[in-house]
Every structure is written in C-alpha cells, then in structure tokens.
C-alpha cells in the first residue's frame, strides 16, 4: 500500500508562487509515474502535471511555461513549483501515483488534497 501527504498549499495573491510537495511512503514499483491533479470547485479534476520514473514530463497548456514537477526519488518526495499564478488555478490539488508492471496498472494511489486558493 502506498500513501500520499501533500503539503505547502494556501492563500497566493495572483502573479505570485506556492511550492507542493507530496511524499510517499509504502511500495512504489521502479516504474511509475507521479502526477499533480486540481479540482475547482463544480468542475472535473484535471491533470494539472506528470513524470515518470524515468523524468519524463507533461504539462497540459493550461500550465506549460508556469508549473514545474519534479522528483527526489531517495527522498520519496514531488514537488510543484507554481509560479506566476492565476486566480483560474484556484482548486484542491491531488498527488497521485500509479505503478505499473509493464503497461498494466498495479497501483492507483491519491493524497488527501491540499488547497490553493490565488486571489486576484
């Protein structure tokens, strides 16, 4: 079992920055990918950004040029550096975290949430 703590939301003005992190602890097979989601409020849950164990990243338009993931795989530990935040990037943000054995899902983990609120 894998579980997930995100941490380092809360209140932005817009134009500024928030960095999340998320640490696992359990299993995590050697190859996964690690993702940020967000959910509005009344609205879907959106990939926000994802990599993979290899680093691989990506970035829907929504964000590309703006957020940054990445990984410290000894610390177990995601990251998401926001920055030049928009008040349309308000919402509860999910870590998540899927192994895999070869193309086959083995795992589907979430984190509470953790919210971010950017006031314009």
């Known amino acids: 079992q894998v579980q997930l703590v995100e941490s380092g939301g809360g209140l932005v003005q817009a134009g500024g920055s928030l960095r999340l992190s998320c640490a696992a602890s359990?299993?995590?097979?050697?190859?996964?990918?690690m993702a940020w989601y967000r959910q509005a409020p009344g609205k879907q849950r959106e990939l926000v950004a994802v990599?993979?164990?290899?680093?691989?990243?990506h970035y829907p338009d929504s964000v590309k040029g703006r957020f940054t993931i990445s990984r410290d795989n000894a610390k177990n530990t995601m990251y998401l550096q926001m920055n030049s935040l928009k008040p349309e990037d308000t919402g509860i943000y999910y870590c998540?975290?899927?192994?895999?054995?070869?193309?086959?899902?083995?795992?589907?983990?979430w984190g509470q949430g953790t919210q971010v609120t950017v006031s314009s």
């Open positions: 359990g299993i995590i097979s050697s190859s996964n990918t």
């Open positions: 990599i993979n164990s290899g680093g691989f990243t």
């Open positions: 998540n975290a899927k192994n895999y054995s070869g193309s086959r899902v083995t795992g589907d983990y």
